[in-house]
């Protein structure tokens, strides 16, 4: 069983910036991608960022420019580096772990969730 911890959501202002990690541990053979998702209140989940292994990221239309997704390899982990943060950024945000080779979109293991407030 594979198992995602997150950290570093928090309070931010309009304008800042965080850095979301997601560290995955337990029996891994192999990750082909990680993502990163979230909900806000009262709104369905959605992707916002993704990775595979070969480095091709993908975003939702409204965090491109601002959001940076990012790999440790050795460390099993990813990132979120988000910038200029606005309040509708404000959501639960979700880490996920792709590990079924040649579908690094096919997340089978989800983090806890960590809350990402950003205030005007």
């Known amino acids: 069983q594979v198992q995602l911890t997150e950290s570093g959501g928090g309070l931010a202002q309009a304008g800042g910036s965080l850095r979301l990690s997601c560290a995955a541990s337990?029996?891994?053979?192999?990750?082909?991608?990680m993502g990163w998702y979230r909900q806000a209140p009262g709104k369905q989940r959605e992707m916002v960022a993704a990775i595979t292994t070969g480095g091709t990221t993908n975003y939702v239309d409204a965090v491109k420019g601002r959001f940076t997704i990012s790999r440790d390899n050795a460390k099993n982990t990813a990132y979120l580096q988000m910038n200029s943060l606005k309040p509708e950024d404000t959501a639960v945000y979700y880490c996920?772990?792709?590990?079924?080779?040649?579908?690094?979109?096919?997340?089978?293991?989800w983090g806890q969730g960590t809350q990402v407030t950003v205030s005007s």
């Open positions: 996920a772990v792709a590990v079924a080779v040649g579908r690094p979109y096919d997340y089978g293991y």
């Open positions: 337990g029996r891994i053979f192999t990750i082909t991608g």
